[in-house]
C-alpha cells in the first residue's frame, strides 16, 4: 500500500476515514443555502428601502408636509 502524503494524513484524520458527498446531495445543500441567502437579502432589502423612504418623508415634511404623508403612503402600500 503506498504511503499517504501529509497532507492526505491531515484531511482523512487519524482513521483514514472522511465523510464523503454526492454530487446531488452537495448540489441540493448549495441549493438550500442560496435560497437562505437569498431570502434574506430580500428582506434587508426591503428593509433598506423602508428606511429610505421614511428618511426621504422626513426630509419633504420639512419643506412640504403633504408630499410627505404622500411618500408614507406609498411606503405602505409597498410593504403590503
Known amino acids: 500500500m503506498k504511503e499517504l502524503s501529509p497532507l492526505a ?3 482523512l ?6 465523510k464523503f ?9 448549495v441549493a438550500e443555502a442560496k435560497g437562505e441567502i437569498i431570502a434574506v ?3 434587508a432589502t426591503k ?4 428606511i429610505e423612504r ?7 415634511d420639512s419643506l412640504y408636509p403633504e408630499g ?3 411618500i408614507r403612503d406609498r411606503a405602505l402600500i409597498a410593504k403590503h
Do not use: H, M, P, S
Not at 23 to 28: A, I, L, M, P, S
Not at 54 to 60: F, H, K
Open 47 to 50: 428593509y433598506a428601502i423602508g
Open 68 to 70: 410627505a404623508q404622500q
Open 54 to 60: 421614511e428618511e426621504c418623508a422626513l426630509l419633504v
Open 9 to 11: 494524513r491531515q484531511l
Open 13 to 18: 484524520g487519524n482513521n483514514n476515514t472522511v
Open 21 to 29: 458527498y454526492t454530487q446531488q446531495e452537495y448540489d441540493r445543500a
Open 41 to 43: 437579502a430580500i428582506e
